[in-house]
């Protein structure tokens, strides 16, 4: 079985500061991994995604992520964040071929002026 | 297109009520799954569907049943409810089950007393 570990569970930045959302996982097989956010009383939307190829993967609203299989981390980076961006995002994996999607515990992102 | 429509938005429950949450998408995907979501766990899976007239059980189906009758619709039936069950519940569907991204419903907030 697969899990997920979203190191910080409320990362608090300043406007137009760069951010990072950490995440690790565990499988034994290859996975596909990916990134979700969640606005407030809403559901959640796919920001990234990693399937194959290049590591580094770019995502909606200006956001990164950079598969590092040997450290089995997804971490999510952004260079400049915006007050829009305070939302909770959740990293989630899923073995390759299979359909079982887990996600990590969500990480509170909260943007201040 | 409507997306994921689930219903309804908010329910009130006593221990030992019966009810079912609907869910429903225009998208004709195969993929159907229903998630709960609790302060700290992030979203843990219930039960899913990979087409019409197959189920399986998530991480958490106890106490929750589910059918697909058709592509359209996949409820989830809360057989007894129990304090236990008082969460958010998320529908979500994708065209496939192994590297597409999931389209969410706005949720059902759930609180059984």
């Known amino acids: 079985a697969q899990s997920v570990t979203q190191l910080d569970s409320q990362v608090p930045v300043f406007e137009e500061a760069p951010v990072e959302l950490r995440c690790n996982y565990s499988s034994s097989v290859s996975v596909y991994l990916f990134w979700y956010v969640q606005y407030p009383n809403q559901g959640l939307q796919l920001l990234l995604k990693?399937?194959?190829?290049?590591?580094l993967v770019k995502g909606i609203n200006g956001f990164e992520a950079e598969f590092n299989k040997s450290q089995t981390s997804f971490h999510l980076r952004k260079p400049s964040v915006h007050i829009s961006d305070t939302a909770e995002y959740f990293c989630a994996v899923t073995p390759v071929g299979y359909g079982k999607l887990t996600f990590g515990q969500g990480t509170i992102l909260t943007v201040h002026p | 297109n409507a997306g994921v429509t689930q219903t309804p938005k908010f329910q009130v429950l006593k221990t030992g009520q019966s009810m079912t949450l609907q869910c429903a998408q225009d998208?004709?995907?195969?993929?159907m799954s229903w998630y709960r979501q609790d302060p700290g766990m992030g979203l843990r899976l219930i039960h899913y569907s990979v087409g019409a007239g197959i189920t399986d059980q998530g991480e958490v189906p106890n106490g929750y049943n589910v059918s697909r009758s058709t592509t359209e619709d996949f409820p989830l039936r809360l057989l007894s409810a129990a304090p236990s069950q008082t969460s958010v519940y998320f529908c979500?569907?994708?065209?496939?089950?192994?590297?597409?991204?999931?389209?969410f419903g706005s949720g059902t907030q759930l609180s059984v007393l």
């Open positions: 990693y399937l194959s190829g290049s590591t």
């Open positions: 979500a569907s994708s065209y496939s089950h192994f590297r597409e991204k999931l389209f």
């Open positions: 998208m004709n995907h195969e993929y």
